[in-house]
């Protein structure tokens, strides 16, 4: 509430008087009448029944939790009502006229809550919905233009590698290829920086709308509220997605007399431009919305690969350098861990009592880390771990793959000792495919689920060992293949999967039936998953290093 000072009310009521006996220092004042009154006056104020009045003490002037709105045609009348059908403040005068005698009115009030309830739906559509699409398309754009650069730089090479093999002859065609290229690029750049400065442009309109309509949320000014236009549908109006066919070298064999015309030529470049339709979800609907977006200092060329949560405040991160990282929400590294061997890590895992555990695919080895100092745990001969997961008492589950790619299965560890070993259904086949991308993870049911990337499939057994179901995907065929990457499941006992190249997230009931995708928050490569304990997703996006911590369970 907006009340004024003791300093500037004292100074405001020297220069005031009372407007009723003008007495020169007026005790009191009427909120709804917006008068000021001495003691002896306010009976004689009061005695108006024609209107409700709130007479307070002046220092407590503008106060009052509704500031009702002036009547446009009475204005020494105060509006209660609304006029439905005028869209109006309307005040008794109003109403006594009969002018709105046919028409429905509501409580100026209820109309001011109901009206600031629009408000917030706005604020938390630019918030949660309209902000973080631009924020993410502009991330996209950031990813698409590293692409780009890394993409030129091949072909650059290529062009290179052909032209050493004909030497100084044919230097002037390597040339004249390198500034086409360098001319396709800068048109693919112009193209990218209008595009990033459309979006960046809009964001500032988004975040400043946001700032307007947070103060105006707060506000009891209804005038102020009333006269408040939303901007939502224009930001509904998403800009279009772009998607590039890159230049690419083609080499030929030549003959020097047909050198020119042999060389080889770049192949035409094209910009696809594809509308993007803004969505609201449907009443009822569950929705998911990004809490937090973590900038790792993975990139493109050291790729984040595994998260796993050490609290809902902090995650371990790894990726193909062998430095193990743990951030805290506001991207903050907090430790870091060099790996024991110099290797990069295959993969991670948290236990249940707070360690750090590893993957060493290329020493064969499952390492601890307890207060900073690494444990070889497990050493293996004929097989090499790939992925592991921390399950109840601290025992671990491991997927390991055999030394001639032909074998996978996975591996209960209770400390050093093999308590169960998973490979075959009861008719004696493999249950997983012998590629090298999986990850596991243990429902609260028990059940061990894989993601087996080569088998296309989600494979889930009972504690037992035996095959429960094979999730390859929903009813409904999509465009590229489902080729799942990290999983994870919830306290729902939900299962998660990455589907790496589909930027999305498979959501599963603990019995294979797919419920809904998390794919409205332009994930970009997503590839590994981790739940805390408030059921909140954590992210791993490979190519772009970026840790996402998601809202998803409504």
């Not at 939900?494 to 009931?509: C, M, P, V």
Request: aromatic share 8%.
């Amino acid at each position: 509430m907006n009340c004024l000072t003791m300093d500037s009310q004292r100074s405001a009521q020297d220069l005031l008087e009372c407007h009723l006996c003008e007495t020169s220092i007026p005790n009191l004042y009427c909120d709804i009448c917006d008068i000021h009154l001495c003691k002896t006056c306010v009976g004689e104020h009061l005695s108006d029944e024609s209107t409700k009045h709130n007479v307070v003490a002046f220092k407590k002037r503008n106060c009052t939790i509704y500031n009702y709105p002036r009547c446009p045609k009475h204005s020494s009348k105060r509006c209660e009502l609304h006029c439905k059908l005028c869209d109006i403040p309307i005040c008794v005068q109003c109403v006594s006229s009969a002018e709105h005698d046919l028409h429905k009115k509501i409580e100026i009030t209820k109309r001011f809550e109901i009206k600031k309830s629009v408000l917030h739906r706005d604020l938390q559509e630019l918030e949660t919905s309209i902000n973080p699409k631009f924020e993410n398309m502009l991330s996209c754009i950031l990813v698409q233009k590293t692409d780009l650069n890394k993409h030129s730089q091949e072909v650059t090479a290529a062009i290179n590698r052909h032209g050493e093999e004909l030497h100084k002859e044919i230097d002037t065609i390597i040339q004249k290829l390198k500034s086409e290229l360098s001319e396709m690029d800068s048109k693919y750049l112009d193209v990218l920086n209008k595009q990033k400065d459309n979006i960046t442009r809009t964001i500032s309109e988004i975040k400043q709308s946001i700032a307007d309509l947070k103060q105006i949320v707060d506000s009891h000014d209804i005038s102020l509220v009333s006269s408040f236009k939303s901007r939502n549908a224009e930001f509904r109006s998403l800009p279009p997605k772009l998607t590039f066919v890159l230049p690419s070298f083609t080499p030929q064999h030549i003959k020097k007399e047909q050198l020119y015309q042999q060389f080889g030529s770049l192949s035409a470049p094209s910009i696809k431009t594809e509308e993007q339709v803004y969505t609201l979800d449907s009443p009822g609907a569950e929705r998911s919305w990004i809490i937090k977006d973590i900038k790792t200092t993975y990139d493109y060329y050291e790729r984040l690969h595994s998260v796993s949560c050490l609290s809902e405040e902090e995650v371990w991160t790894s990726g193909t350098d062998a430095i193990m990282r743990l951030y805290n929400l506001q991207g903050q590294l907090v430790k870091s861990i060099l790996t024991k061997s110099g290797n990069g890590p295959n993969d991670i895992a948290v236990t249940r009592s707070g360690n750090l555990v590893y993957i060493d695919s290329i020493d064969r080895t499952l390492n601890i880390v307890k207060q900073e100092e690494i444990q070889t745990v497990i050493e293996l001969r004929g097989w090499r771990p790939l992925n592991v997961c921390s399950i109840s008492n601290d025992e671990l589950l491991v997927v390991m793959l055999s030394d001639d790619d032909k074998q996978t299965k996975v591996v209960r560890y209770s400390g050093t000792t093999e308590k169960q070993s998973i490979q075959y259904n009861d008719k004696g086949q493999s249950l997983y495919s012998s590629g090298d991308i999986k990850f596991i993870s243990e429902n609260n049911n028990l059940d061990i689920c894989v993601s087996d990337n080569k088998a296309h499939a989600v494979v889930v057994v009972n504690q037992a060992g035996k095959l429960r179901f094979t999730y390859t995907g929903p009813p409904s065929t999509s465009e590229v293949s489902f080729k799942p990457y990290g999983i994870t499941t919830d306290s729902q006992s939900q299962i998660l999967s990455a589907d790496q190249y589909n930027n999305r997230i498979h959501i599963l009931d603990q019995d294979g039936q797919f419920l809904r995708y998390i794919d409205n928050l332009y994930l970009y490569y997503p590839w590994g998953l981790c739940v805390d304990i408030n059921d909140d997703i954590f992210v791993a996006e490979c190519y772009r290093g970026h840790v996402k911590k998601i809202k998803y369970n409504m």
